[in-house]
């Protein structure tokens, strides 16, 4: 063999291992963004549980409100009844002197009028004045 031969087979092999090398190399950086694109998608669905575990707790919040009311009146009712207290509370002074345990509550209670479109709910005051709160 020729030195000549001897140099290229020399070079051929060189690049034979520098071909492989690249392959290698190709092969992994694929594989590791198989892995990224895995590890994306993992963390993207976590982010979608952890909106979906926010949203449906506010909703338990929500229901959770509504039942330590004892019965359904919304949060926008609610308010409306507070409103309609205050107002209330200036045309009968005699009410100061009637407040049950819970401070700023005074003594009435709530009618709920079943129908067959819906319910009626209605706040009765102990002087007999109403304030319907849910109608249809």
Known sequence: MSIQKTL???????????CDNV????HRVFEKNIKLVEE???????????KKLQ???KTLNT??????????ISSDELDAIKE????HK??????????????????HHYVFTPTEIGI???VVCHCGEKFEFQSL
């Open 90 to 107: 200036e045309k009968d002074p005699g009410m100061e002197g009637k407040l049950i345990k819970y401070p700023k509550h005074y003594i």
């Open 55 to 57: 949203e449906m707790q």
């Open 63 to 72: 229901m959770r409100d509504d039942l330590n009311r004892g019965f359904s």
């Open 84 to 87: 309609w207290f205050d107002k």
């Open 8 to 18: 290229i087979k020399a070079d051929e092999e060189k690049i034979n291992t520098l």
């Open 23 to 26: 392959k290698k190399e190709i």
């Open 120 to 122: 009626v709910g209605e």
């Open 40 to 50: 994306n998608q993992a963390l993207h669905d976590e982010h979608y549980k952890d």
